[in-house]
């Protein structure tokens, strides 16, 4: 069985320390989307690590990581990951493994990201700029390059000839983009070095035998269901399935082989990047949730957007992936609000809903809110359910009524000790 961790909202909502937290109970953790857009961070010693696609159970002595098929890899970036992991000591070789069938990242890719953003102007995506969009617009259209390339004496006149394609295309952007591109592929060679050092498989192939095994494996989601290519806010959304679905494609599991889908959420809802956002705060109360949540995007730096939860959304991810159980994250952010406010219906076109319409930009929705009390606790040094606060147990115990899925996790601080299993 292969069970699946997933954001439920617009990204960030805590994946990377979670699986970091549950790798122990596995064998194998495996990525099988998104790319070096994602940022996950880990902390536990006193140190953070933020990990971009390397699977975040790489620290843990007892379990394989495997970056799948749906994947994209830039390995310039990816290098740098494994620069920064070098001093821990981790028997990188034998631990994580990388499918031949994944798509690479091409330093074109990052311009041609840069190029359509720019001619959208006011109307851009706020992409991260990695390449994602471009690197997987190649897969669909036939047109990308395989990690499996790389084991033939043919990839670098591959990679030349669509090198090439992509600066013509960049030229009818017509915006102006500054690049040295020699200095670009100087890096990203390196990178493939790198990368050419590590096992190659098929890890379709390798998960299916695992799973004869009987071995746990944890697929290890990057974004939100918001993001979903499919499901989320399009066009403000990422180039890949994020839902429980992209599972299945992007590692080769069958839907029958799909264990416990386990969704995690934020107290609160946080965004970064463009696109609708219905419970955004532009107040105090937002402007405390970013500087108490030190919201800024792992990958770019850049404030994430803060609002309250909205249920909607949520109950729409927990019905799109099937969520079997949920994990609440940063529940100590709201210690210190009087009030906590959830959205659980929208006012649209005059009446009221309760699930996502086609369009949620705040020109079509209006978010209604439900009231709680909040608490004035610190949780940051809790570790048993007991010591919740009573106005945080009604919270939870309103969302899982709300859900008809029960909380097994609340976490209360960055670190991997700072987790209530409930
Ligand atoms: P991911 O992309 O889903 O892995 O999430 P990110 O790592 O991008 O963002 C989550 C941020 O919140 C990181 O800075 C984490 O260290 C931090 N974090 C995770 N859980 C908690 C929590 O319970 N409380 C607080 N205060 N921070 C948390
Ligand atoms: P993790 O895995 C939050 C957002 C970008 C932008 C949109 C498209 O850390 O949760 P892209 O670079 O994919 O073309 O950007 O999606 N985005 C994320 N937001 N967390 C992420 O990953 C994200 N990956 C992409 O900000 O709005
Ligand atoms: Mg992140």
Same mark, same amino acid.
């Given at each position: 069985m292969v069970d699946l961790l997933l954001g %439920?909202?617009? /990204? &960030?909502? /805590?994946k990377g320390k979670i699986v970091d937290v549950l790798?122990?109970?596995? &064998?194998i953790i495996a990525r099988f989307q998104g790319g070096p857009n994602a940022g996950h961070t880990l902390e536990f010693d006193g140190i953070k690590h933020v990990l971009h696609t390397i699977p975040s159970g790489i620290f843990h002595e007892n379990a394989i990581n495997v970056v799948g098929n749906g994947v994209v890899i830039d390995p310039v970036i990816f290098k740098k990951e494994l620069d920064n992991l070098e001093k821990f000591n981790i028997d990188i070789a034998s631990k994580l493994l990388i499918s031949r069938k994944a798509h690479l990242i091409l330093p074109t890719h990052r311009l041609l990201d840069a190029a359509s953003e720019a001619a959208k102007g006011k109307a851009k995506i706020g992409s991260t700029l990695k390449g994602i969009g471009p690197t997987y617009m190649d897969k669909t259209g036939r047109n990308g390059m395989r990690? /499996? @390339? %790389? @084991? !033939? &004496? +043919?990839w670098k006149k591959k990679y030349r000839t669509l090198a090439d394609k992509h600066e013509a295309m960049i030229g009818f952007y017509n915006v102006d983009i500054q690049y040295d591109l020699a200095e670009l592929e100087e890096e990203f060679y390196e990178g493939v070095k790198t990368l050419k050092q590590l096992q190659f498989i098929d890890s379709e192939e390798y998960i299916f035998q695992a799973q004869t095994e009987g071995k746990k494996i944890l697929a290890e989601g990057a974004q939100g269901s918001l993001l979903d290519i499919d499901f989320g806010t399009y066009p403000y959304v990422?180039?890949?399935? +994020?839902?429980?679905?992209g599972a299945c494609t992007g590692l080769g599991v069958a839907p029958n082989k799909i264990g416990s889908v386990l969704g995690i959420f934020k107290a609160y809802t946080t965004r970064v990047g463009s696109g609708p956002f219905p419970t955004e705060l532009f107040d105090a109360d937002g402007e405390t949730m970013g500087r108490v949540g030190n919201e !800024? /995007?792992?990958?770019?730096g850049r404030p994430r957007r803060c609002g309250w939860l909205d249920l909607v959304a949520l109950k729409y991810a927990v019905q799109i992936n099937g969520v079997t159980e949920l994990m609440m994250m940063k529940a100590d952010v709201l210690s210190g609000f009087k009030t906590i406010k959830v959205c659980t219906a929208y006012k649209y076109k005059g009446q009221e809903i309760q699930h996502l319409p086609y369009n949620i930009e705040s020109t079509n929705v209006t978010p209604i809110y439900e009231e709680m009390k909040g608490w004035a606790k610190d949780l940051t040094k809790m570790t048993k359910?007991?010591? %919740?606060p009573p106005a945080l147990n009604d919270y939870i115990a309103f969302l899982e009524e709300e859900l008809k899925v029960p909380i097994k996790i609340v976490s209360v601080g960055p670190d991997r000790l700072q987790t209530i299993h409930r």
């Open positions: %439920l909202q617009w /990204g &960030d909502e /805590g790798t122990k109970d596995y &064998d990690v /499996g @390339e %790389l @084991e !033939f &004496d +043919t990422t180039s890949s399935n +994020t839902t429980a679905a !800024f /995007g792992a990958t770019t359910a007991s010591e %919740l």
